[in-house]
């Protein structure tokens, strides 16, 4: 059987080739024989490990701290440790490592000052063909809201003398507003705990409004202009009496049967009929009535024909991601407040307006939801009350110490006079027909700059700065940690051996 070579791969090739491989056949054969078997002894100077050399440092930190920037992934260390640098060129690597470091911190605060206070954007949706706009919730506050008949058996019901006083009173404070506050006059023949009851007991019955579809959200609920018929009102139930005095917190799920205009209601128009003089208002039909919400007087045989103009902003789920802070809205489900189980921009201003209140009257009104601890305001202390007008932002939005953010979602109805006229009619009736003028554009909030952006941005700076990656912050998590446990173990154990010897 023929011998096969064992070493055929080192044959020499012949002397009249120039090349061996991509190599100078005289360098190719001065390797081949130049063997560490051929050589007595490896100079001292010649390299011992793989990558850059570095320098011998005599104290155990620092010889630790030459492991981590020689071995780290973080782009720069290893020039820090190199031997034979000379001054400048150290002096220059510590300069760019630290301008990287500042400019890497700088981008980093930039990156996050933008996700905490630019993460969401505005923008426009014009179409209109499919817009979804909630018809409004409408509210009629009768003024004056008592009605004379029920007084003899109301009093007569809670042991009430039935005096002129007595009947004077009550239709004061039945109608009783913060800019007349200060007339309230003097009566103490009926704790203030139950004058609400009675308030809800002798209120004007208010005919139902025909509308154009059946409305099974209607009810009495107590405002801040008193009790009032609320129409289309999701949140209605959060103010009416029967819920307050059964203590309840109960959070309704948010129905999806609200009536809502289609694209086809462009320029309709809606009629609401009342009786005698009454205050009327319409607003989001996910909130609920307070004071600086513009009202209408209705005025019987007094004509208006008001056009109502519609604004809405919606919010994208995916903003729901986002702190209250960073969004610059609430949800209604966010809650937040003492006096009521969800949030809205208007409960909001409410409670606040009842913090200064107590602040400065140490009570709270008969028409604010009752609060363990704290007192109804009597007579005495709703004349206080009318004294601090200047200071219950009535007519404007919430200062900024309420913190009361806007809705995320919010519909906006404004009611503007197109003309008026009187009737001749003799009639106590009130007739209001309001034209709708549909929105031809909606604002939509969404997310401009999320968390994961963020990361990517700051990522993207730290390898453009120290060429850096995730398994170098690990890295420094495990230098700092682990790594420093062990190797702090192996020095005690090097000196403990170093000094038996």
């Known amino acids: 059987m023929p011998r096969v070579s064992v070493n055929q791969a080192k044959s020499i090739p012949k002397e009249n080739d120039y090349f061996y491989g991509n190599e100078i056949l005289p360098e190719f054969r001065a390797r081949q024989n130049a063997t560490l078997k051929e050589l007595e002894s490896v100079p001292e100077d010649g390299p011992n490990e793989v990558g850059m050399q570095t320098i011998s440092p005599k104290t155990e930190v620092g010889k630790y701290f030459v492991e981590f920037s020689s071995g780290s992934t973080i782009h720069g260390l290893n020039h820090l440790v190199a031997p034979h640098r000379h001054p400048i060129e150290k002096f220059l690597a510590v300069l760019f490592i630290g301008g990287a470091l500042v400019c890497l911190i700088f981008l980093s605060l930039t990156f996050w000052d933008r996700y905490q206070n630019n993460a969401t954007v505005i923008v426009v949706d014009t179409d209109a063909e499919h817009f979804h706009i909630f018809k409004p919730a409408v509210f009629i506050c009768p003024v004056p809201n008592i009605e004379p008949s029920k007084f003899a058996k109301v009093f007569e019901n809670h042991s009430i003398e039935n005096t002129p006083e007595a009947v004077e009173f009550f239709t004061f404070i039945a109608n009783v507003n913060y800019e007349n506050m200060f007339q309230t006059p003097d009566f103490d023949k009926v704790p203030p705990s139950k004058w609400l009851k009675i308030l809800h007991e002798i209120r004007r019955d208010i005919p139902a409004v025909t509308l154009q579809e059946s409305d099974p959200y209607e009810a009495i609920v107590i405002t801040e202009r008193g009790l009032c018929l609320a129409m289309r009102n999701a949140f209605a139930v959060y103010t009416t009496y029967e819920y307050w005095m059964s203590n309840n917190w109960t959070i309704l799920p948010i129905p999806r049967d609200v009536p809502f205009y289609t694209y086809d209601d462009d320029k309709s128009q809606e009629s609401y009929v009342t009786k ?11 909130d609920v009535l307070s004071y600086e919400i513009p009202t ?18 919606r919010t994208n789920q995916a903003v729901n991601s986002l702190s209250f ?9 966010d809650g937040g407040l003492d006096s009521w189980p969800v949030y809205t921009m208007n409960m909001c201003s409410i409670e606040c307006r009842m913090r200064v209140i107590q602040e400065h009257c140490n009570c709270r009104p008969h028409f604010a939801r009752p609060i363990e601890g704290v007192e109804i305001c009597n007579t005495r202390q709703l004349r206080c009350i009318g004294n601090l007008t200047d200071q219950l932002f009535l007519h404007t939005r919430p ?6 953010q806007p809705k995320c979602h919010h519909i906006s109805y404004t009611l503007t006079d197109n003309e008026i006229s009187e009737l001749e009619l003799s009639t106590t009736s009130t007739f209001l027909p309001v034209s709708l003028v549909f929105p031809k554009v909606i604002l939509y909030r969404l997310v401009l700059f999320s968390f994961n952006d963020f990361l990517i941005a700051v990522g993207g700076a730290v390898g453009l700065f120290l060429g ?7 890295e420094i998590i495990y230098y700092a940690t682990i790594r420093a446990c062990i190797y702090a173990r192996q020095a005690c154990r090097r000196n403990k051996k170093k000094n038996t010897m």
């Open 276 to 286: 005698n003089d009454a205050l009327f208002a319409v607003l989001d039909p996910f």
């Open 296 to 313: 209408k007087w209705l005025r019987p045989r007094l004509l208006q024909h008001p056009i109502m103009t519609i604004s809405q902003i």
């Open 468 to 474: 850096a990656s995730v398994l170098s912050f690990v």
């Open 399 to 404: 200062p900024p110490f309420c913190n009361c």
């Open 325 to 333: 802070y960073q969004r610059k809205c609430k949800f209604v489900k």
